[in-house]
């Protein structure tokens, strides 16, 4: 977070050079916003503020925040998410008091958000945009900032392990349906394969979240 307060400042000129302390976050006024999508939060001990002499403030505090999102997983295993983080602060009304603005651009967040991500889990990160605009309240509008984050799920291994046994357990059943087999085996065969598909499915509703208003096509076939 970057603010200006005019009435913090000096000539370094002054005091020895020096163009910027750090002191406590609670020194001096600062914005308070929180993310609308939380579900949990572990708190930064990192609250200090570096305050430059012509009066910018500079506040970073890395945490983890858990947050909610709708998926849509009717696509499974090839399936992209979108999830919304969005910040806002309903202390300062936006019009005469309090407005976000994003700094940087979506392309060089785009990029230090790639460096961060951990690419090597079941997600791959594939892109970030954001909206900026004034949410209508009651008592006011106040200012928000909305981070869109793409996410498309890595199929490799639902393929390996789900769907390439299901055709084959669906190949094998047309095969002994159509067979020289007599009805006995036909009839063992059958069973053996309802088995087998009712394992797939079990293992298909635990991977899969429950939160889905349409369920995956495989789940549905």
Not at 71 to 88: G, R, W, Y
């Given at each position: 977070q970057e603010w200006e307060n005019s009435f913090v400042t000096w000539d370094p000129r002054d005091f020895c050079n020096i163009s910027q302390v750090v002191?406590?976050?609670?020194?001096?006024?600062?914005?308070?916003?929180?993310?609308?999508e939380r579900v949990n939060r572990q708190n930064s001990n990192f609250d200090y503020v570096t305050i430059r002499h012509n009066g910018s403030f500079v506040s970073t505090q890395p945490f983890q925040v858990t947050l909610t999102c709708s998926l849509m997983i009717l696509k499974f295993p090839f399936d992209t998410q979108t999830c919304n983080v969005s910040v806002a602060s309903f202390l300062h009304p936006a019009v005469t008091e309090f407005v976000m603005r994003t700094k940087r651009t979506e392309a060089a967040m785009m990029k230090d958000s790639q460096s961060y991500f951990?690419?090597?889990?079941?997600?791959k990160f594939t892109n970030l945009s954001t909206i900026e605009y004034t949410e209508q309240l009651d008592h006011g509008e106040f200012s928000v900032i909305t981070y869109k984050v793409s996410m498309e799920r890595r199929p490799t291994l639902y393929i390996l392990n789900l769907i390439l046994p299901t055709c084959a357990l669906y190949l094998l059943d047309m095969a002994?349906?159509?067979?020289?087999?007599?009805?006995?085996?036909?009839?063992?065969?059958q069973i053996a394969i309802i088995l087998g598909s009712s394992m797939l499915a079990v293992i298909l509703n635990n991977i899969l979240p429950t939160s889905s208003n349409k369920p995956p096509i495989i789940g549905t076939r």
């Amino acid at each position: 977070q970057e603010w200006e307060n005019s009435f913090v400042t000096w000539d370094p000129r002054d005091f020895c050079n020096i163009s910027q302390v750090v002191l406590p976050m609670e020194t001096y006024w600062s914005p308070h916003i929180l993310i609308l999508e939380r579900v949990n939060r572990q708190n930064s001990n990192f609250d200090y503020v570096t305050i430059r002499h012509n009066g910018s403030f500079v506040s970073t505090q890395p945490f983890q925040v858990t947050l909610t999102c709708s998926l849509m997983i009717l696509k499974f295993p090839f399936d992209t998410q979108t999830c919304n983080v969005s910040v806002a602060s309903f202390l300062h009304p936006a019009v005469t008091e309090f407005v976000m603005r994003t700094k940087r651009t979506e392309a060089a967040m785009m990029k230090d958000s790639q460096s961060y991500f951990l690419t090597d889990g079941e997600w791959k990160f594939t892109n970030l945009s954001t909206i900026e605009y004034t949410e209508q309240l009651d008592h006011g509008e106040f200012s928000v900032i909305t981070y869109k984050v793409s996410m498309e799920r890595r199929p490799t291994l639902y393929i390996l392990n789900l769907i390439l046994p299901t055709c084959a357990l669906y190949l094998l059943d047309m095969a002994v349906l159509f067979g020289p087999s007599s009805l006995e085996e036909k009839i063992s065969f059958q069973i053996a394969i309802i088995l087998g598909s009712s394992m797939l499915a079990v293992i298909l509703n635990n991977i899969l979240p429950t939160s889905s208003n349409k369920p995956p096509i495989i789940g549905t076939r």
